[in-house]
């Protein structure tokens, strides 16, 4: 029975080859986008128990062998350069489906791959759970709720998203990447789990990936102004990545289908976001503002209430303390020490 009372068929055989030698003593987990932010850190997560054998798939679009490079060579570790727009036969038992450009810069830059990616990606890893009878974890987003007119935003929301505007490639491609996880749980009766992950931050984020926790951080470190795209009162809400990370662990391996709002209910607008980064990184920096793009979502905070309740999960780390794990990875990586 799913979460919402809806009946479902029972979930298809495993696959034979699971029955052979190898997976008895092993879960075999594919991370789809584990190159990418979120997933590099997910991957540490389940390497760090030993029963876990790691399979990442990544087309290097956003992601980075560097971000994996601990792993690279490990026996439980295997990286696999491939597109989710086309199949991919594995033999695992779960699978986390992260593949997509999450920045709104990267995103819009094809739009048309970024909705491939959503639809036909999320078909092809449906279409292989449907084969070997894995679970399947979607990395959905508070981006389906558009531009909210519910504040703060709670699962049963149905949002309020511009169908043809420049973010809907990956809004609505999230949208109907939603659809077909339900459609192929209640039709063929695969294992789902779908989390709405509200803006997420930490080391790791390309230092030119856009967003704007990234981009405040590596504007400070630069002595270069704070870009806050007006008008500079739209809220976002900023969860630390192993908060996040241990969310879709605990999701994955629980009993419910979700969606389940996973983020930090912390809100900032920009212009405050700006003045935090100010104030731990660069008291002397410049804070500017800068036209916006269209469609901003003025407002994003989760209600987690279900997560509370379902998954026995809240984050753990406010903003002030998760920005100086990011600066210090940021300035390692540019080669700027912190001034004395
Ligand atoms: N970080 C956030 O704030 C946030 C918020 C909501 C949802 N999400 C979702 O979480 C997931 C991970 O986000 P992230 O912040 O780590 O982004 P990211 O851009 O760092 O990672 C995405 C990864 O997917 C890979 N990828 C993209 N298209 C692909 C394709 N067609 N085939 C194979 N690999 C592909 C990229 O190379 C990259 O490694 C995404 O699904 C994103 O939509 C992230
Ligand atoms: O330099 C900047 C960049 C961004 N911003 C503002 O900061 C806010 C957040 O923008 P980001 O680009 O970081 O991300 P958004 O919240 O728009 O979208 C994000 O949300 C949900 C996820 O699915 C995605 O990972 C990401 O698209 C926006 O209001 C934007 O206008 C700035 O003020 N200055």
Redesign the pocket.
């Known amino acids: 029975m799913a979460s919402n009372g809806q009946s479902t068929k029972p979930p298809p055989n495993p696959s034979p080859l699971r029955s052979a030698k190898f997976f008895q003593a092993n879960m075999r987990i594919l991370v789809t986008g584990g190159a990418g932010f979120i997933g590099s850190h997910l991957v540490d997560r389940l390497m760090q128990n030993e029963k876990n054998e790691v399979i990442v798939a990544d087309n290097y679009f956003t992601g980075s062998k560097d971000n994996l490079k601990q792993w690279i060579g490990h026996p439980r570790f295997e990286l696999i350069r491939h597109d989710v727009t086309e199949p991919l036969l594995v033999e695992v038992d779960q699978i986390y489906h992260l593949a997509c450009p999450?920045?709104?810069?990267f995103?819009k830059y094809n739009p048309v791959k970024t909705i491939k990616t959503n639809v036909m990606g999320t078909l092809n890893m449906l279409g292989l759970a449907k084969r070997v009878g894995a679970r399947i974890l979607l990395t959905s987003?508070?981006?389906v709720y558009g531009d909210p007119l519910v504040h703060p935003q709670t699962e049963d929301y149905w949002g309020n998203v511009n169908p043809i505007g420049v973010r809907s490639c990956?809004d609505e491609g999230?949208r109907v990447a939603e659809t077909l996880m339900f459609d192929y749980h209640r039709q063929h009766g695969i294992e789902i789990r779908i989390a709405r992950?509200?803006?997420?931050y930490g080391p790791r984020m390309n230092i030119d990936d856009?967003?704007?926790?990234s981009?405040?951080i590596a504007?400070a470190i630069r002595d270069e102004p704070?870009?806050?795209?007006l008008p500079?009162t739209?809220t976002?809400s900023f969860c630390y990545v192993s908060d996040m990370v241990d969310g879709l662990i605990r999701l994955m391996e629980g009993n419910d289908t979700g969606p389940i709002n996973i983020g930090n209910p912390g809100e900032f607008t920009?212009l405050e976001?700006?003045e935090n980064v100010k104030e731990l990184i660069n008291p002397d920096v410049k804070i500017i503002t800068?036209e916006?793009?269209p469609d901003?979502?003025r407002q994003?905070k989760p209600d987690i209430t279900k997560a509370k309740e379902l998954l026995g999960w809240e984050p753990k780390i406010k903003l002030r303390d998760g920005l100086p794990f990011m600066e210090e990875d940021f300035r390692q990586r540019l080669g700027v020490p912190k001034k004395a």
């Open positions: 999450a920045s709104p810069i995103y987003t508070s981006e990956y999230k992950i509200f803006n997420t856009g967003r704007v926790v981009n405040f504007q704070l870009t806050v795209q500079g739209q976002r920009m976001l700006a800068v916006n793009t901003d979502p994003r």
